[in-house]
Nanobody, 120 residues
Framework: QVQLVESGGGLVQAGASLRLSCAASGGTFSMGWFRQAPGKEREFVAVISSRGSITRYADSVKGRFTIWRDNAKNTLYLQMNNLKPEDTAVYYC????????????????WGQGTQVTVSS
């Protein structure tokens, strides 16, 4: 069973950067980041394949966020630059054991989430 634990969230001002981490155990799979803002549905942010050769991003974060992984450390990362107030959300990492996909329903395991708050 895959277990995921996120860290690295916090409160920052617009334009700042944050790096999220997700410690994983139970296997090496494609991994994704999702986020859920207050009153909104959870949405896809980024995904990376098991070996890191494929990445995909939501249009809203393309050019500002970077996803990568260190399989030797079993850790997934999300570097978030030039943060905007609309990036405020709980960020979740998730594992896709059967593909490298962008739909929430296709992910098998989820972390507990980490809060990111961006003030204007």
């Amino acid at each position: 069973q895959v277990q995921l634990v996120e860290s690295g969230g916090g409160l920052v001002q617009a334009g700042a950067s944050l790096r999220l981490s997700c410690a994983a155990s139970g296997g090496t799979f494609s991994m994704g980041w999702f986020r859920q803002a207050p009153g909104k549905e959870r949405e896809f942010v980024a995904v990376i394949s098991s070996r890191g050769s494929i990445t995909r991003y939501a249009d809203s974060v393309k050019g500002r966020f970077t996803i990568w992984r260190d399989n030797a450390k079993n850790t997934l990362y999300l570097q978030m630059n030039n943060l905007k107030p609309e990036d405020t959300a709980v960020y979740y990492c998730a594992a896709d054991t059967r593909g490298t996909r962008t739909l929430e329903v296709e992910y098998d395991s989820w972390g507990q989430g980490t809060q990111v708050t961006v003030s204007s």
